[in-house]
């Protein structure tokens, strides 16, 4: 797992991937204004977990095999490279935007059945309105 906060025009934002069965999951959480060390051990304890069970969706990952041993500079290398790199990757894009579809996907079935169950309590007091009149009442 891994919590990366970079500044994405006009927010920062705090992008959280993990790596699960060869699948990679990623969710988003906008902080607003630059989030101070307080706030982001805030945002840990608080809403990690919730941001987490959010994350059903994954994407496959190459799995191409990493070397056991890196040299220690390469490593401080990639290292710097890493935190210096503003960029969102393009995997973990890709994954939030597969999540957010399902969401809109389950969100519409959701709708969809509570439009058909307000549709048809109108049509049963109609019918029950329309029987007491004949009813002579």
């Known amino acids: 797992m891994r919590l990366t906060i970079l500044f994405d025009p006009p927010y920062w934002i705090g992008l959280l991937e993990a790596e699960s069965d060869g699948l990679l999951y990623a969710a988003r959480h906008i902080f607003g204004a630059e989030p101070s060390d307080p706030e982001v051990y805030e945002f ?57 579809e399902a969401n ?14 307000e549709h048809q309590h109108k049509r049963d007091v109609a019918a029950a309105k329309a029987k007491a009149k004949h009813k002579g009442h």
């Open 104 to 117: 809109t996907q389950e969100r519409l079935t959701i709708t969809r059945a509570q439009r058909d169950a």
């Open 44 to 100: 840990v304890q608080r809403d990690l977990l919730p941001l987490m069970r959010s994350m059903t969706v994954g994407l496959p990952i190459d799995s191409a095999p990493r070397p056991h041993h890196i040299n220690p500079k390469r490593m401080q290398r990639d290292m710097r490279r890493e935190v210096l790199r503003t960029d969102v990757p393009s995997k973990a894009h890709e994954a939030i935007r597969l999540q957010i």
